[in-house]
């Protein structure tokens, strides 16, 4: 079983609607979730990073962790077409401060917007 | 900062050859990450640094692949002799502990 579990898709949704993207994991020590985007033939850029659970917002998109769970979530409001690219989750099990931690990613869901 | 710089962005080599792909963090930053994406198996972590020492390396495939960090600001993967199953998009990536970390632009390599 791989530590991270994400739908590869594809996705394909309508100019506006609200997109759900999730991940779920294995591993009980990640503490540090994070969202990156990736256009093709792009290196993955980041979006979103949290820490624990609980919600955070930034402008049309809003990074859902669930600790009991093992879930996170991204949520793409009034999604446009220029958000057609992958999503990967990642993750990673550093303490603050820590020497080092490595950072696990989710194979990628691709997600395309209907204009 | 200009971010995580790699060189070169695309490599041809022929099955045999040496191969060496470069990094150059951020600076400042004190982990930085080798990672291989293929369509297959997406991204996987290779080998990871902090503070310049080698942390974890059970994600290197093989003995053919070793990656250095001499200093700070520069790091290499070598693959000798490479394979055409070594053709993928090899990232780099740096971070300042335990905060986000931040993608280079990939080297796309072809062995043929």
């Known amino acids: 079983q791989k530590e991270v579990e994400q739908d590869p898709g594809p996705l394909s949704v309508p100019e506006g609607a609200i997109v759900s993207l999730n991940c779920t994991y294995s591993?009980?020590?990640?503490?540090?979730f994070m969202w990156y985007r990736q256009y093709s033939r792009k290196g993955p850029e980041l979006l979103m990073y949290t820490y624990s659970s609980g919600n955070k917002e930034d402008g049309r998109f809003t990074a859902q962790v669930d600790k009991s769970s093992k879930y996170i979530s991204l949520f793409i409001r009034d999604s446009q077409p220029s958000d057609s690219a992958t999503y990967l989750c990642?993750?990673?099990?550093?303490?603050?401060?820590?020497?080092?931690?490595?950072?696990?990613f989710g194979s990628g869901t691709r997600l395309s917007i209907r204009p | 900062d200009a971010g995580v710089i790699q060189s070169p962005r695309h490599e041809v080599t022929e099955m045999g050859q040496e191969v060496t792909l470069r990094c150059k963090p951020i600076s400042g930053h004190n982990s930085l990450f080798w990672y291989r994406q293929t369509m297959m198996r997406g991204l996987e972590l290779l080998i990871y640094f902090n503070n310049n020492v080698p942390i974890d390396d059970s994600g290197m495939p093989e003995d053919r692949f070793s990656a250095k960090m001499p200093n700070a600001s520069f790091s290499t993967l070598k693959i000798q002799p490479s394979e055409p199953r070594d053709s993928a998009v090899y990232f780099c990536?740096?971070?300042?502990?335990?905060?986000?970390?931040?993608f280079g632009q990939g080297t796309r390599l072809t062995v043929v």
């Open positions: 990536a740096s971070r300042s502990e335990p905060r986000e970390a931040f």
């Open positions: 990642a993750m990673s099990d550093g303490m603050r401060y820590s020497s080092a931690s490595k950072i696990i």
């Open positions: 591993n009980s020590a990640f503490q540090y």
